[in-house]
């Protein structure tokens, strides 16, 4: 495993960063091709053993059951001090006023609430999880900023929004002396670019790590184009993110897979890594080969040559993932 500076912060981070929205109930939340806890710590265990210290859950995940098994499995298998545990507020954890939001009640009830699941005291990476139009900015970030004073936050980061978005809450941030975001965790693959546009080289201008999430475009990647799964046969947001043109750059990762004779998941998860925002794909694992092709990745160098066939056949997308 290879380790980076997570944006231009010292804190160092692996090159894959697990993320945990496959943990969880399946009876609980709105995922119900989860895995329960038996099922779960095996490969939160191999993923320790591989050397990936950084792992990604969030609240909202199978109903916070994916902060609880995530929590008692590194508990187990790894040492706090050298996990980084990031986890996200922003969707609704219960009904009614205030269950939802980056309001000033809604953080400080939630981190409380992920502290408690995790069975830490801090959370290394706080993120939300979206982008929240109906609470003024300088809310969020006088509360987010109270939680790392506070010491329950070490870092805090953001997820997919508009760039004017992500802009308009760090020069907010930054005018009242709060601490600002450190990364952003965005859509981004080889199925969809559209960041290129505008986010990803803000976050090259002021130092933000990104940490793509739907790295394999949720798996789309590593199959034949039209292969229907478990999970993708039930997965309505997902529908919504990629579009038919898109298999000529799944075809292209299959020829180079084959010719370099290794899995369609290594190349796809390579090409993210070969990119300079890119601190650490954000990779799920059902199964114990994904953590190998994760971990494999990392040291799989594409040519010039190789990179620009993946890249040729892109078409723009309508934005999606926000």
Not at 253 to 259: H, K, L, P, Q
Request: charged letters at 25%; hydrophobic letters at 35%.
């Amino acid at each position: 495993m290879q380790y980076v500076k997570l944006g231009s912060t010292g804190l160092d981070v692996s090159r894959v960063c697990l993320g945990c929205m496959t943990y969880g109930l399946p009876d609980r939340g709105v995922h119900e091709w989860t895995l329960d806890e038996e099922a779960s710590r095996p490969l939160l265990r191999q993923a320790v053993e591989a050397g990936i210290t950084f792992f990604d859950t969030a609240n909202v995940y199978s109903d916070g059951t994916s902060e609880e098994i995530v929590g008692r499995a590194l508990r187990d298998f790894a040492r706090r001090d050298e996990i980084v545990l990031a986890t996200k507020v922003h969707g609704r954890m219960r009904p009614g006023p205030n269950g939802a939001g980056l309001s000033r009640k809604a953080i400080m009830t939630e981190i409380d609430h992920s502290l408690r699941r995790l069975g830490t005291d801090y959370v290394d990476l706080y993120q939300i999880h979206r982008f929240d139009p109906h609470t003024p900015v300088e809310e969020t970030m006088e509360a987010l900023h109270d939680l790392v004073k506070a010491g329950k936050v070490r870092y805090l980061g953001a997820s997919s929004m508009y760039a004017w978005q992500f802009s308009k809450m760090q020069y907010t941030a930054e005018r009242h002396g709060w601490t600002t975001f450190v990364s952003m965790q965005n859509h981004y693959n080889l199925l969809y670019r559209e960041e290129e546009r505008e986010m990803l080289p803000l976050c090259a201008d002021q130092g933000v790590g990104v940490l793509p999430w739907s790295p394999l475009a949720r798996g789309r990647l590593t199959r034949d184009w039209g292969t229907v799964t478990d999970r993708s046969s039930r997965d309505d947001f997902g529908s919504t993110l990629y579009q038919e043109g898109d298999h000529a750059i799944v075809d292209a990762v299959t020829r180079i897979a084959a010719d370099r004779g290794v899995p369609r998941a290594r190349v796809a998860l390579a090409w993210l890594l070969h990119q300079d925002t890119v601190a650490a794909p954000v990779v799920g694992a059902a199964r114990p080969h994904h953590i190998e092709d994760a971990v494999a990745a990392v040291g799989l160098e594409l040519t010039g040559q190789e990179i620009e066939e993946l890249e040729r056949p892109y078409t723009p997308h309508p934005v999606a993932g926000h």
